[in-house]
């Protein structure tokens, strides 16, 4: 018989939204807080929401939340009696678990053996594979006839250490590439090789598990829009899939369970080839960063059954509830997708959506009755954006009766969002669920590679109107009385130049005096209301408002929203600047990171498009490649170097035509 014991106390060893989202139920239940944190973290939403707080002394995770050894000191002393472990970090850890439980505190995960199973993904497949499930089988000497192959970590996932490759000639220096981002990532350097699937989809069964012997399998869920293998829109319950298919993949993932004694919340991954058979990927030992789509469609608190468990208590029946409508979640995050999602950093100035909701609803889903919007968020206007940790700012939930109904209401709340700062993927994400073949369930995890051309093209037309609003909105906030360029008589031509998101300089020439405006290079446009903040323009017959935004530290920065999108714009000087030019050749780091390695050294002929050094930041690597064929003729960049956001890595002097 097993225990049961009660938690007064819990600390989440973890920070941001997923820290929020564990305190929120804790909340409910009436179980106090205690949040742990970084130096940059430590007037973070999630600091201040906790009932006390202890310091990580540092900035970066190997020196905060990685060490297990200080968490469990802060729980100690904290006077917390349970630790969760949220999800990345150190939630997959084994030796953490026993460490915590070592300690006398209660852990709400699966047992520490249960973990260690699933720890190495290789291990893991010739473990399911004795059990029964399908498994896609690692390839020990890929041939020609294997391509393409995908090189993963076998101690992690979330994309690190993860490579596609296609020639064979590749793949050396892909397994060398791989093991070294796997070691600094998860302490272990062994990658493996399997079969890639480029229309495969990524499926994935949410388990519940109590110590009573019950194993629920809650659902389903499609993850396969995704992005340098990392998932970026998450639904359930998974779309399209035969009920046979459905029925199977539930009975996998519950073997999968049981095999190992699984207790807890935890996630069955799998690939579902087009032919309809599908083949365990990993077992996530964890609650997923998508489980807020599972809580959606069932009404279920997961973190209030992770509690539960732990606490010795059983599942509430034999079998989870049933789901119903449908739910699509979309992770925010700050990069830009134009430019191979390069991570952005800054002050959020504001983050405003259609639901600001923060707080479950008395039905526990966290999702507004009203709106059928939740959104959980590690960040709020003010916020600062640092390069120590993952570029995710928030995620985005809408439920509806149906899916198309819950991929629109999703569409329109991103649409209508107020987001003002870092660039963020939010107008990918708006075209992503919008886009034709995403409604028609054609999905695979090759999807925004395929569409990437739509997903990221320019708004010449938006961005145009934007730059003539902010134009208008920057005179109105100048003028006393009357607009500026307004006289008895014809005024002067009006310019102002900006740069749009993309890069391309737009400029505005108008006249404004008694009969209104007279927009140059937009003679179909008419001025209705012009405020510092408010422009309404008039086309046609249709009027459209545009809301405009300036913050004191970066006034150069403009930032105009409509119901349907918003743009930044950069405002430059009325006439260019000849000496502000830069060399072609020069190497500027495109964002705050590590150089983690190069790959050539002054003097090499280098090639377009070649890989010359590798930078990380937000826990991804970034390639900085050769703007065209030359010669290295500069390399500043060393493995180890901190470099700020435009520092000269290196200079290639390119070949004359």
Known sequence: MVSKISITNLLVANRGEIARRVFRTCRELGIATTAVHSDPDATAPHVREADAAVRLPGAAPADTYLRGELIVRAALAAGADAVHPGYGFLSESAEFARAVLDAGLVWVGPPPAAIAAMGSKTAAKRLMAEAGVPVLGALAEPTEADLPVLVKAAAGGGGRGMRVVRRLADLPAELAAARAEAAKAFGSDEVFCERYLPTGRHVEVQLLADTHGTVWAVGDRDCSLQRRHQKVVEEAPAPGLPAEVRAELHAAAVNAARAIGYVGAGTAEFLLAEDGRFYFLEMNTRLQVEHPVTEAVTGLDLVALQLAVAEGERLPGPTPPPTTGHAIEARLYAEDPAKDWQPATGTLYRLELATDHQEFTSTGTGVR?????????????????????????????????????????????????????????????????????????????????????????????????????????????????????????????????????????????????????????????????????????????????????????????VYVDTPTGGTALTALPRFPDPTAQTDPGAL???????????????????????????????KMEHRVTAPADGVLVELLATPGRQVELGTLLAVVQTTEA
Request: hydrophobic content about 45%; overall charge neutral; aromatic content about 4%.
């Open 369 to 557: 009755a009203d709106t059928g919007l939740r959104l959980d968020s590690g960040v709020e206007s003010g916020s600062e954006i640092t390069p120590h940790y993952d570029a995710m700012l928030a995620k985005v939930i809408a439920w509806a009766p149906t899916r198309a109904a819950a991929a629109r209401r999703l569409a329109d709340a991103l649409a209508r969002a107020r987001i003002h700062g870092p660039s963020t993927n939010r107008e990918l994400l708006v075209r992503a669920l919008r886009h034709p073949a995403f409604l028609a369930e054609r999905l695979h995890t090759g999807f925004l590679t395929e569409h990437a051309v739509e997903l990221t093209a320019p708004d010449g037309k938006g961005a145009g109107r934007a730059a003539l609003a902010a134009a208008l909105a920057d005179a109105a906030a100048r003028r006393t009385a009357l607009p500026s360029g307004w006289r008895n008589l014809p005024s002067q031509s009006q310019l102002k130049r900006y740069r749009a998101p993309d890069g391309t300089e737009l400029e505005v020439r108008y006249r404004t005096n008694r009969a209104g405006l007279l927009a140059e290079d937009h003679p179909d446009v008419e001025l209705v209301e012009a405020t510092a903040e408010l422009v309404v323009l008039r086309e046609g017959e249709v009027r459209r408002p545009y809301r405009v935004a300036r913050y004191g530290d970066r006034a150069d920065q």
């Open 588 to 618: 500027l780091a495109p964002m705050p990171g590590t150089v983690l390695r190069t790959t050539v050294a002054v003097g090499d002929a280098v090639t377009a498009g070649q890989s010359l050094l590798v930078l990380e930041a937000m």
